[in-house]
């Protein structure tokens, strides 16, 4: 084998791992969700079949002739790829939790095997190319050198061209299929070997069973965005509600007809807050986070000539608006497609009458979204007497929400915490609805509205907020654990 060719090998079978590893991610999210522990076990999981893969195929390739070993290979570690799609949307769909236990062993059923096989091909080839000790070290580095510039050409291809261009499901199948074919060749190459027949022959077949399966499986998702898994469902209690899930989480309900509609607890309470904190007619609004953009349907429905500027970071988000869920944008609904943290530092200085937060990565809201840069950044875009209001997830101990409300303390005058009292007193999870202002909050209007339509929230303002959250942290751009406060409040 020329040496164009065994490094050929090696960058494209490394190459293939790591796309297979980001799209793990987007495989999985509909059944575990997208979070930092979703990522982690990809990673780790991926990282194990390497490591093992590398071994075992160092121990076959010196007691078995490798020229027998590399196109099996390849056919097998490619039809192991096509079977992650049917793999995981089969297990996928009997979990009934996304938490870290489930996560790992859905990672291990659909990405562990390939990532194994996979792997067994570069020392496989380092010892096919090892015809001189005296040039061991060059040959093990140029082929080492080649397999991870192999991998990070993966990870580009997938992150910044795949993701975008075609399904998640479609980008593993033709990788698998690219790899069971070039094991065939590399196969018939290298000569056919007949003890490696059987093993190709079942290869193919399993490739063409998974492809088959891959094909009849149920798509989970209606709409697959570069950040999301996404269905609109028809709500059977109301003709024109419409609910817009991402991964496994409902995010947002619009009633086609009627804009001013709110379903969720949350959206109410914010529109609560509104009517209590801001002065009658219209408003100049940034909203962090557009889902489905209820609140700013909402507001142009209640408040005529409202402006709403909407930081949403998935484009794809926008287009289900617009196609499923009847949105309209125009000079007083204006996207602003792009990450939120860097949009808010863009925004003029005392821009907004109001900024409201309700941006999700799974449950959490993203750690660069909670922190005092943040929140300065927020203050800064308000006018004199602006309010901020936001929506945050949370269970016992409530170590973020707590958190949120003690860095909201540093950095606003006015801090308003509203939840049930189930809520508050930890018995329980759920959202909490948090408000800060640069000028003091008027306590009892927010909570003469919210009472007069929802009597078992509570309204916690200034020193009670600040002795509910009690020692908590403030969250620093250098220290934010979100998401493994919240992971950990689930396992309690």
């Known amino acids: 084998m020329s040496p164009l060719v065994a490094g050929a090998l090696v960058f494209v079978t490394s190459g293939a791992v790591l796309v297979l590893e980001i799209l793990a991610g987007r495989l999985l999210a509909p059944y575990v969700g997208l979070t930092l522990e979703n990522y982690t076990a990809v990673i780790g ?6 490591s093992l893969g590398t071994w075992i195929g160092g121990m076959l390739a010196d007691r078995v002739d490798p020229r027998a070993l ?46 194994l096989v996979l792997s ?5 080839v380092v010892k096919l190319q090892l015809r001189d000790l005296g040039a061991t070290g060059r040959v093990v580095g140029r082929l080492s050198a080649l397999g991870t510039a192999g991998a990070i050409a993966g990870t580009f291809l997938a992150g910044f061209v795949l993701v975008e261009a075609a399904p998640t499901s479609t980008s593993i199948f033709v990788i698998g299929a690219v790899l069971v074919v070039a094991g065939l060749a590399l196969w018939a190459f290298l000569g056919r070997s007949p ?10 077949a399993a490739g063409l069973v998974a492809s088959g399966l891959t094909a009849a499986a149920e798509d989970p ?16 209690q109301r003709p024109t509600g419409r609910l817009l899930q991402l991964d496994t989480l409902s995010h947002s309900y619009v009633d086609l007809a009627e804009p001013a509609y709110l379903q969720f607890r949350y959206t109410n309470l914010f529109a609560d807050v509104i009517d209590a904190t801001t002065p009658a007619g219209r408003l100049d609004v940034i909203h962090v986070g557009g889902g489905g953009w ?18 949403e970071i998935d484009p794809g988000l926008v287009d289900i608006s617009r196609d499923r869920l009847g949105l309209e944008t125009g000079a007083d609904l204006i996207p602003r497609i792009g990450d939120g943290r860097l949009s808010m530092a863009h925004a ?9 937060g309700d941006a999700f990565g799974g449950l959490a809201v993203p750690w660069h ?28 101990p409530l170590r973020f929400a707590k958190a949120e409300v003690a860095t909201l303390l540093r950095v606003f005058e006015s801090v308003a915490v509203l939840a049930p009292t189930g809520l508050l007193d930890g018995d329980r999870g759920g959202n909490f609805v948090l408000v800060a202002g640069n000028q003091p909050l008027d306590g009892a209007a927010i909570n003469a509205e919210v009472r007069a339509r929802r009597g078992e929230e509570r309204v916690l303002v200034d020193s009670e907020a600040a002795a509910w959250a009690g020692g908590a942290p403030i969250l620093t751009d250098d220290k934010a654990p979100v998401d493994q406060w919240l992971a950990e409040s689930r396992r309690i």
């Open 45 to 50: 999981t991926v990282l194990a079949g390497i």
């Open 70 to 115: 590399l196109g099996p290979l390849l056919a097998v570690g490619g039809a192991l790829s096509l079977a992650t799609v049917p793999l995981v949307r089969l297990f996928g769909s009997s979990i009934e939790d996304g938490r870290e236990p489930s996560v790992v062993l859905l990672s291990l059923v659909g990405f562990f095997a390939p990532a």
């Open 120 to 124: 067994a091909v570069s020392p496989t």
């Open 195 to 204: 003890r490696a027949a059987p093993l190709m022959a079942v290869a193919v």
């Open 221 to 236: 998702c209606q709409v697959e965005t570069v950040y999301h898994c996404a269905r609109v469902i028809a709500d059977p």
């Open 294 to 311: 209820t609140m700013p349907r909402y507001l142009r429905a209640t408040r005529p000539g409202t402006v709403s500027q909407v930081f």
């Open 348 to 356: 003029a200085a005392g821009d907004a009458d109001l900024v409201v």
């Open 369 to 396: 979204l909670t922190t005092v840069e943040f929140v300065e950044s927020v203050r800064r875009a308000l006018r004199p007497g602006g309010v901020y209001v936001l929506n945050v997830i949370d269970y016992p």
